[in-house]
Structure formats: structure tokens, C-alpha cells
């Protein structure tokens, strides 16, 4: 089936939600498809390794939209639905039960999914993830019946489940590969404050350290053996070691792929009439001049909205500034901005660091590439206009926290 005025949005995630959002609320009055693999409809995916998983939060706030608001605003809402072919030539897609939708314009918002472990042991039952709603309530309820897990991979996942678990008084050991949590996000300066935070919050945090295979008995994990040989005994065993885009059917529809679907500052890709958004998108940033994928959801809620808008044929590009969020114990932080590892050639702190009240700058030649606030509150908008500005600092005034960071832009 084709048509000439369908507009199909594959992957029913905020992304998806937010660009139909935009598309109904800019004045598309035509037929709107949204189809998703998942059987839920949109959500958001914070809360599943923040509040929702710490219990602070019912299921229904994670929702995008409530229930009735796709038939009130005439969105096609299929879910369970898995797409299994784009055919550009033809402007359809085809789905796992052999059918097809027409589109005149499509949008590809399928996300990303976890990386799986690839040693031994790691198909046993215990081996969790946190990707989903469902995986989040997997891992709620391990933390009832358990009394020691093991969190593989400290990035923004593993240790937001950490600090999950040792709220819900479960003892944790966190195993990394690097020196340090986060090193290559943060850097070494940075990435103590966060061994530190955990540590003092009773994990026993292991780093250079290399998993060999996960052990078990009867078809469930119980533990990790490292390649050193010593073993750490667990009753649940949660990975996070990272997410891969979902471009397989794009790669295969012979769209441009490179670290996910590569678009340029109106989210459109290599075919005209096909857009990408969020985590699947490596969209071309035309602040920083090069193409980038954020794994982040202020991307995924921001993002598509100008994709709708490219796709209604609006002028518009996506220059905002990256922008992540974390939420640990008793530390609270804001990120905005984009550096590469080894990308910056100074950290600059305002504040106190020790005491986990700070402000970090990573600088390159004088210019405030990225910053992260540390308890301390609103000034995020004044790290986004140092970042924006990108001229050269005071860095004086910059580590000094008398002085108002708005002051510093235009120097």
C-alpha cells in the first residue's frame, strides 16, 4: 500500500510522541502513523533508572501522553508492531506480519538498545539490563529478593542502578575496565568525584578490572569471575556497558550509517523524504561543526521536534546544546555542552569539589566547551550561553564564584 500523504514514524518512543506532537500542533492535518516494536506506549526513559526504579514515581507518570490523547489527536498509535523493511523507491515499509505503509515522508526513531555481554554465562537467567519499562520493574523487584547484585560497567546507567540498589539496601559491587567511573565522559578530575561518591556510599567499587565469565548453577547466575580469578559472589547481575543505535533497517534501505543513521542539521538523511531522531540519529551539529549522536533525553525530547518541522518543510536547524542530567544519592547534576575524550585540554572548578558543590569547565584554548553543575542550581542557562558563545574565558573569573557566569560571555 502507498500513499502520498501519510506521514510514518517508525519507533514509538518519546521521540516519536514528540515529533507527532509537533507535527499536529504545527498544522499537519493529514493521516500520522506511529508504529513501535514495544507493547507500551511512548514513555520516558529517565525515570526507569531514577525515580520510577527507586519507587519515588507510579508507572503512569513515565508516560509521554496519556492514553486518549493519540485518538484525540487522530495519531495511529500501533504498538507490538516491528518494521522489517524500508523500501525508499517504493515509500514503504514493511512489517513483521507481511504487511506495508504507504508514507509520503518517514521519520526513524527507534533508539538504541543495550550492548550484551559476550562472555561466558551471560545468556543465565539473572543477567539483567535497563533499557525498558520492563526491564526497570525486572530489576525493582531483583532488588526484593536480593541481597548482593553486581553492576558490570560504570557509566550513567550502571551507577544510577547502584545508587538504586543501596537506597533499597542491597549490597553492590560495581566492576569497571577503566581506572576510573566515567573517565572517558568526565575525565580523571571529575570521574573521582563519582568513585568517591559511591564508595562513600558503601559500594565496593573494583576498577581495572576485566570480567571473564559470569558464573552459575541450575540455569542462574550467582556471581563474577574476574580475570585475575577472584569471584564475586551475586544474587542479580546488571550490565551496563553501553547502547548501539537501532540502524539495521536503514543500513539495509541503503541510507547513509556511520555510528547510527547520519543526517544533517534538519535531521534529514541520504533519501529526501526520510528523517532521523534521538538516539539512532548521528546528526550534523552546526555549532560544532561535525556530525554527533547524544544518547541523552533532552536530544530525544528536543530533537524531533525540528524533524517535524524540517518534514513540513519549515527552514530549521538543531543547534541546541547538548544537554544531560543525574540524579545519585545526594548529588544532583546538570551537563551541557559536547567534548570528546582527550577533546579539552583543561577542567576548570568553581566551587567545592571535596564537598560536592561545584561547577567544572572543560576548556580547549581558552573556551568553555562544556560545563557541569554540582549541586549547585540555576545556572545551567549561564553554562549553555558560555558554552554558545564560544569565545575565549577569564578563566579567574571563571573559577571564581563571585562573579556571575552570565558576566563572563563576550570577553
Not at 90 to 117: N, Q, W
Not at 191 to 210: I, S, W, Y
Not at 357 to 381: I, K, T
Request: some cysteine; aromatic content about 6%; hydrophobic content about 40%.
Amino acid at each position: 500500500m502507498t500513499s502520498d500523504t501519510t506521514y510514518l514514524i517508525i519507533g514509538a518512543s518519546l521521540a516519536g510522541a514528540k515529533a507527532a506532537e509537533t507535527l499536529r500542533g504545527e498544522g499537519f492535518d493529514g493521516p500520522l502513523i506511529m508504529a513501535g516494536a514495544e507493547h507500551e506506549r511512548p514513555y520516558e526513559r529517565p525515570p526507569l533508572s531514577k525515580d520510577y526504579l527507586l519507587g519515588k514515581a507510579d508507572r503512569e507518570t513515565v508516560y509521554v501522553h496519556p492514553r486518549h490523547w493519540y485518538a484525540e489527536h487522530q495519531v495511529d498509535l500501533r504498538l507490538g508492531v516491528t518494521a522489517t523493511g524500508i523500501h525508499p523507491g517504493a515509500h514503504e515499509v514493511t512489517l513483521a506480519d507481511g504487511s506495508t505503509i504507504g508514507y509520503a515522508k518517514l521519520l526513524l526513531t527507534t533508539g538504541s538498545a543495550p550492548r550484551r555481554l559476550s562472555v561466558p554465562g551471560a545468556g543465565l537467567d539473572g543477567v539483567l539490563y535497563l533499557r525498558d519499562l520492563g526491564d526497570s520493574d525486572r530489576i525493582k523487584a531483583a532488588f526484593q529478593s536480593s541481597s548482593r547484585v553486581a553492576v558490570i560497567g560504570a557509566g550513567w546507567i550502571g551507577l544510577e542502578a547502584a545508587a538504586a540498589a543501596r537506597a533499597a539496601g542491597v549490597a553492590v559491587t560495581v566492576l569497571e575496565m577503566a581506572e576510573l567511573p566515567l573517565l572517558r565522559v568526565l575525565g580523571r578530575q571529575v570521574a573521582q568525584v563519582f568513585a568517591t561518591l559511591h564508595r562513600e556510599h558503601g559500594v565496593d567499587l573494583r576498577c581495572g578490572v576485566q570480567v571473564a565469565e559470569i558464573t552459575g548453577s541450575h540455569g542462574r547466575a550467582d556471581g563474577v569471575l574476574l580475570a585475575d580469578g577472584s569471584r564475586i559472589d551475586a544474587d542479580v547481575i546488571i550490565a551496563g556497558v553501553g547502547i548501539t543505535p537501532n540502524s539495521q533497517l536503514a543500513a539495509a534501505a541503503g541510507l547513509e550509517v556511520s555510528n547510527g543513521i547520519r543526517v544533517d542539521a534538519r535531521l534529514r538523511s541520504s533519501d529526501p523524504d526520510i528523517y532521523a531522531a534521538g538516539d539512532v540519529a548521528s546528526a550534523f551539529h552546526p555549532r560544532l561543526g561535525q556530525h554527533i549522536r547524544v544518547e541523552h533525553w533532552a536530544n530525544a525530547l528536543h530533537q524531533p521536534q525540528a524533524a517535524a518541522r524540517a518534514m513540513l518543510g519549515q527552514d530549521v536547524a538543531y543547534d541546541r546544546v547538548p544537554y544531560f542530567f543525574t540524579d545519585q544519592y545526594d548529588l544532583g547534576m546538570e551537563y551541557s555542552g559536547y567534548v570528546e575524550p582527550d577533546g579539552y585540554d583543561e577542567v576548570v572548578f568553581r566551587g567545592d569539589a571535596g564537598g560536592r558543590e561545584f561547577v567544572a569547565f572543560w576548556l580547549s584554548g581558552g573556551r568553555v566547551l562544556a560545563g557541569m553543575n554540582v549541586n549547585v542550581w540555576d545556572v545551567n542557562d549561564a553554562i549553555q550561553g558560555l558554552v554558545r558563545d564560544g569565545g575565549p574565558v577569564d578563566q579567574d573569573a571563571l573559577r571564581d564564584p563571585g562573579r556571575p557566569l552570565e558576566s563572563l560571555t563576550g570577553l
